[in-house]
Structures are given as structure tokens and as C-alpha cells.
């Protein structure tokens, strides 16, 4: 995960923030996967447009799957620096996009 943002409320501004962290954090190429969940506030114009205008296609996940809105600790501490991923070669993802400098990873 590198871009995610927190707030009181979900909305079309709260997604976009994370979207732009995301940007900001990796200069994705173009038709890089970006990953949400079907809140409404991921199907706004704000966010398709965002989107859109840097590149980057949508992905959404299943229906009421509870880690798609995930806080911080779960993110940060475990999910990029702890969990060792299958797909990854039993790696973190921090280790492995340490390993493939050119790989762009965007939630």
C-alpha cells in the first residue's frame, strides 16, 4: 500500500487524497493497477478522473471485504513491512519492490 488517507467521513475528497499520495509517493506508469473497494465514493467523478488523468486503471475488490478499509497499523506496520506474500517469493512487499526497483506498486 503506498497511498491511503484518513478521515472522519468517506468521500470522493478522502479516496482522491490517497490516490494522489499514491502518485506522488511512486510516478506510476501508465495502466498501472490501482485498487479499491465499491464504496460510492471510488466510483466519483472526482476519483474515475484523478485516475484517469495520471495513468493509473481501476481495480475494485469483492463485496464486503472488511481489509479494503484497513487503518494504518494494519497497512504500515504489518500488511507492508510484516506479511510475507505468497505471489512475492515469500517476501514483504517492501523487500520485494526492493529487489525490483522498477516495479510500480499502487493501492
Given at each position: 500500500?503506498?497511498?491511503w488517507s484518513i478521515d472522519s467521513t468517506q468521500t470522493a475528497a478522502?479516496?482522491?487524497n490517497a490516490l494522489g499520495?499514491?502518485?506522488s509517493n511512486r510516478s506510476p506508469a501508465s495502466g498501472t493497477i490501482i485498487h479499491s473497494d465499491h464504496g460510492v465514493q471510488f466510483t466519483s467523478w472526482a476519483f474515475?478522473?484523478?485516475a484517469r488523468?495520471?495513468?493509473p486503471v481501476p481495480s475494485m475488490g469483492s463485496i464486503g471485504d472488511c481489509y479494503d478499509n484497513a487503518i494504518f497499523d494494519y497497512l504500515e506496520i504489518f500488511h507492508n513491512r510484516r506479511r510475507r506474500h505468497s505471489a512475492l517469493g515469500m517476501r514483504t512487499p517492501i523487500e520485494y519492490e526492493m529487489m525490483q526497483p522498477s516495479i510500480q506498486l499502487v493501492a
Open positions: 500500500m503506498v497511498g478522502l479516496v482522491t499520495m499514491a502518485i474515475t478522473d484523478r488523468k495520471s495513468g
